[in-house]
Nanobody
Framework: QVQLVESGGGLVQAGGSLRLSCAASGSIFRLNAMEWYRQAPGKQRELVAAITSGGSTNYADSVKGRFTISRDNAKNTVYLQMNSLKPEDTAVYVC?????????WGQGTQVTVSS
């Protein structure tokens, strides 16, 4: 059984930064791609960033150049560095491992960006 635990969310002013972490239990972490999704009230869940087991990354157009996803396989942790935050980045951010929409999901962490 894999458990994913996110941390690092909070309230920040526009233009500020936050770093989210997602710690995974279990030995399958390093073999799998990891993703960050977000869901804002009244909106569909969207893929924010993904990183393969080999470290290749991709991003939603809306966050390119501002967000960076990384992973530390020794710590079974994936990170999302979020810079130049905008009010429209406000959402619950959730990490995911496995075959979407199945696999394993964290409980989510709230990010609120004030204008």
């Amino acid at each position: 059984q894999v458990q994913l635990v996110e941390s690092g969310g909070g309230l920040v002013q526009a233009g500020g930064s936050l770093r989210l972490s997602c710690a995974a239990s279990g030995s399958i972490f390093r073999l799998n791609a990891m993703e960050w999704y977000r869901q804002a009230p009244g909106k569909q869940r969207e893929l924010v960033a993904a990183i393969t087991s080999g470290g290749s990354t991709n991003y939603a157009d809306s966050v390119k150049g501002r967000f960076t996803i990384s992973r530390d396989n020794a710590k079974n942790t994936v990170y999302l560095q979020m810079n130049s935050l905008k009010p429209e980045d406000t959402a619950v951010y959730v990490c995911h491992l496995g075959n979407y929409p199945y696999g394993y999901w964290g409980q989510g962490t709230q990010v609120t960006v004030s204008s």
